[in-house]
């Protein structure tokens, strides 16, 4: 059997969409390990490996920069139309969300660091759960994304308002904390912006999903996704 240009042209287009699944995929292994890591770094008030966390996020920035590279090449040379269009655009989309997610990932390890010169604090102990939270959205966004399953993708975007609930009564948990023991507030005030990060996390993880809903489908979801962030009630 032989092949014609076309054939090679197909095989060629589709190898360089899987070189672009294979980035965003181990961008976001790394993305998902960066925040593991930055609340076994808190939990165990080890500020040498924190910093080898905030050391670790070069890994997906350039990570993001071949996803953007291969990207403009995709356009430059096969000007791709309809659903491959759609493909490239997603990639783009959801390889910025996931440099983001280790952004937020490594700020929550500087934070690490500042709270190890002080006391341990109580409160902290709510940071573990909402992380291992936010990282389960951020995963089952990535598989929905891997297998262009747009229902899954919409069961991550609900449970973003879940992120949400447990990010507002941790606030809410710190507040009270603070107005108890004056001494804590600035121990706390660091608690609140790394739990304001992780929260964040969810909000990109949420952005993933509804950019594979469109992948999917070529329109965004209808309806507004529900907030139950309620700390600036």
């Excluded at 996020?57 to 403009?72: M, T, W």
């Excluded at 929905?144 to 609900?158: C, F, I, L, N």
């Excluded at 449970?159 to 507030?185: H, K, N, S, V, W």
Aim: net charge negative; proline share 3%; charged share 30%.
């Amino acid at each position: 059997m032989t092949t014609t240009p076309h054939d090679h042209i197909v095989k060629s287009y589709d190898s360089e969409l899987k070189r672009l699944d294979g980035e965003i995929k181990r961008m976001g292994e790394i993305a998902i390990a960066q925040l593991d890591a930055a609340i076994d770094v808190l939990q165990r008030r080890d500020s040498q490996a924190a910093m080898r966390v905030v050391a670790n996020d070069e890994a997906i920035d350039q990570l993001e920069h071949e996803v953007s590279h291969d990207v403009l090449r995709l356009l430059a040379l096969r000007q791709p139309m309809a659903r491959d269009l759609r493909e490239v655009y997603a990639a783009l989309r959801i390889s910025a969300d996931i440099e983001r997610i280790g952004d937020y990932a490594a700020n929550v390890a500087k934070r690490s660091i500042v709270l190890n010169q002080t006391a341990p604090v109580s409160a902290a102990r709510g940071l573990p759960a909402l992380a291992k939270l936010a990282n389960t959205l951020v995963r089952e966004a990535l598989d929905a994304y891997a297998s262009r399953d747009a229902d899954r993708a919409m069961a991550v975007r609900s449970r973003d308002a879940e992120l949400d609930a447990e990010y507002t009564g941790l606030f809410r948990e710190l507040l009270t904390y603070m107005a108890e023991d004056p001494r804590q507030i600035t121990a706390c005030t660091h608690l609140l912006f790394m739990a304001k990060n992780i929260e964040r996390i969810g909000d990109h993880a949420t952005n993933i999903a509804e950019n594979t809903w469109f992948l999917v489908h070529g329109e965004q979801p209808e309806g507004e996704r529900e907030k139950r962030d309620l700390t600036s009630q």
